[in-house]
């Protein structure tokens, strides 16, 4: 026996209903979507497979609760209201799951709204994990440059070309990262050069293939002060996506800020060379909290001009 038409959409409108609740962090009310559902399959005579649909369900209630423990700690260790979590959680969210990919996003969400130190210690418990260690131990130097502690951020480099924490094709790639920013900083501290040795075989994370970007120059929009420009420090990057910190003094630019808006033809400054390329705002909020606050944190995504 087949179940009608009429029940199939109405299992589908509302298996619809509990992803959307879910995209938006309304974790507790998807869980309630669910229990409903699971009640609807369990009194329906039409519906024969229901132990099937209820294993399923009960798969998906598994998620929502791992995912609502993730985001309840969340809460209680950054200082953002729930709509500021998950603006960063559907921005930079790798959608592979996982204690430590949420583990990351956290650590990123409070980088992007300014909070350094509670970053810095987050990305410290990520460097043990394959999947995010070089993400992160570039975050970690992002976090002592946002702060201006440059000798700090030299200083953590020295460290872990002393202890061996990171693998040595991943030091180079920080080392590259670090000793670009420094060189732009105006300093001039050469830092060493890990040895690589030839008979050690390495493939590359596709993270390291990924370009680094350091600063991105935002001009205003106006005819009237096309000419005025702001440098802003890339404050996190994930991919494509960066997010960048503009201080309140800007408040002319940021008056230009809209989510959705689209800057061409925008200087980029990397590890290793300068680019002009459009970026696409994705989100811009005010930091309410921390050293940051009165401050705005505006999240773009670098496009591929044809």
């Given at each position: 026996?087949t179940?009608?038409d009429k029940?199939?959409?109405?299992?589908k409108?509302?298996?619809?209903?509990i992803?959307?609740y879910?995209?938006?962090?309304l974790?507790?009310?998807?869980?309630?979507?669910c229990?409903?559902?699971?009640?609807?399959?369990?009194?329906?005579p039409?519906?024969?497979?229901?132990?099937?649909l209820l294993?399923?369900?009960w798969?998906?209630?598994k998620k929502?609760?791992?995912?609502?423990?993730?985001?309840?700690?969340f809460?209680?260790?950054?200082?953002?209201?729930?709509v500021?979590?998950?603006?960063?959680?559907q921005?930079?969210?790798?959608?592979k799951?996982?204690?430590s990919?949420?583990?990351?996003?956290?650590?990123a969400?409070m980088?992007?709204f300014?909070?350094q130190?509670a970053?810095?210690?987050?990305f410290h418990?990520?460097?043990d994990?394959?999947?995010?260690r070089?993400?992160a131990a570039?975050?970690?130097?992002?976090?002592?440059?946002?702060?201006g502690?440059?000798?700090?951020?030299?200083k953590?480099y020295?460290t872990?070309?002393?202890?061996?924490?990171?693998?040595?094709?991943m030091?180079?790639?920080?080392?590259?990262?670090?000793?670009a920013?420094l060189t732009?900083?105006?300093y001039?501290q050469?830092?060493p050069?890990?040895?690589?040795?030839e008979?050690?075989?390495?493939?590359p994370?596709?993270?390291l293939?990924e370009?680094?970007?350091?600063?991105?120059?935002?001009?205003?929009m106006?005819k009237?002060?096309i000419?005025?420009q702001v440098l802003?420090?890339?404050?996190?990057q994930?991919?494509?996506?960066?997010?960048?910190?503009v201080?309140k003094?800007?408040?002319?630019l940021?008056?230009?800020?809209?989510?959705?808006?689209v800057?061409?033809e925008?200087?980029i400054?990397?590890t290793?060379m300068?680019t002009?390329?459009?970026?696409?705002?994705s989100?811009?909020?005010n930091i309410?909290?921390?050293r940051?606050a009165?401050d705005?944190?505006i999240t773009?995504r670098?496009?591929d001009?044809?």
């Amino acid at each position: 026996m087949t179940i009608p038409d009429k029940i199939k959409q109405e299992i589908k409108k509302r298996l619809q209903e509990i992803e959307a609740y879910r995209s938006h962090s309304l974790f507790k009310e998807a869980r309630f979507r669910c229990q409903e559902l699971a009640a609807l399959i369990r009194k329906t005579p039409a519906i024969t497979d229901k132990q099937k649909l209820l294993e399923q369900l009960w798969g998906k209630v598994k998620k929502i609760d791992a995912e609502l423990k993730t985001f309840d700690a969340f809460s209680e260790s950054v200082e953002m209201s729930p709509v500021e979590q998950a603006v960063v959680r559907q921005l930079f969210t790798s959608g592979k799951g996982g204690k430590s990919s949420a583990a990351f996003e956290t650590a990123a969400a409070m980088l992007v709204f300014g909070q350094q130190s509670a970053a810095l210690k987050a990305f410290h418990e990520l460097l043990d994990d394959d999947t995010h260690r070089i993400a992160a131990a570039k975050s970690i130097i992002r976090c002592y440059l946002m702060e201006g502690q440059f000798q700090k951020a030299a200083k953590q480099y020295l460290t872990w070309f002393k202890d061996d924490r990171l693998p040595r094709p991943m030091l180079v790639s920080v080392r590259i990262f670090l000793q670009a920013a420094l060189t732009k900083k105006g300093y001039k501290q050469q830092l060493p050069e890990p040895v690589m040795l030839e008979e050690i075989q390495w493939a590359p994370e596709p993270e390291l293939e990924e370009s680094d970007f350091l600063s991105i120059v935002l001009p205003y929009m106006t005819k009237q002060m096309i000419a005025k420009q702001v440098l802003l420090d890339v404050n996190f990057q994930r991919g494509k996506m960066i997010n960048c910190i503009v201080p309140k003094a800007e408040a002319g630019l940021i008056g230009f800020l809209r989510p959705g808006s689209v800057f061409r033809e925008v200087q980029i400054n990397g590890t290793d060379m300068i680019t002009f390329c459009s970026v696409r705002l994705s989100e811009v909020s005010n930091i309410k909290v921390g050293r940051h606050a009165g401050d705005t944190t505006i999240t773009m995504r670098v496009l591929d001009d044809d």
